[in-house]
Nanobody, 115 residues
Framework: QVQLVESGGGLVQPGGSLRLSCAASGIIVRLNAMAWYRQAPGKQRELVAQINRVGNTAYADSVKGRFTISRDITKNTVSLQMNSLKPEDTAVYYC?????????WGQGTQVTVSA
């Protein structure tokens, strides 16, 4: 059974930083593509960052240079370091893992960027 559990969300001022973490069980992060998505109120869920099996990363244009996705293979976790946060980054952030042709999702963690 695959479980993805996000943590690290919260309220931060514009220009601040947050680090999200995704604890994975039932899926090995170094063997599968992992990603972070987000969904703002009234908007569709969008891909923020992804990391593939060999460690290559890709980012949405809106977060390039500000966000960094990484993984810890010893802890089987995936993280998203978010710097220079903007109000438009406010959303629920979801961890995603793809294994055997199936997409798995965490429950999401709220990130609010506001003064």
């Amino acid at each position: 059974q695959v479980q993805l559990v996000e943590s690290g969300g919260g309220l931060v001022q514009p220009g601040g930083s947050l680090r999200l973490s995704c604890a994975a069980s039932g899926i090995i992060v170094r063997l599968n593509a992992m990603a972070w998505y987000r969904q703002a109120p009234g908007k569709q869920r969008e891909l923020v960052a992804q990391i593939n099996r060999v460690g290559n990363t890709a980012y949405a244009d809106s977060v390039k240079g500000r966000f960094t996705i990484s993984r810890d293979i010893t802890k089987n976790t995936v993280s998203l370091q978010m710097n220079s946060l903007k109000p438009e980054d406010t959303a629920v952030y979801y961890c995603n893992g793809a294994q055997g042709g199936t997409n798995y999702w965490g429950q999401g963690t709220q990130v609010t960027v506001s003064a």
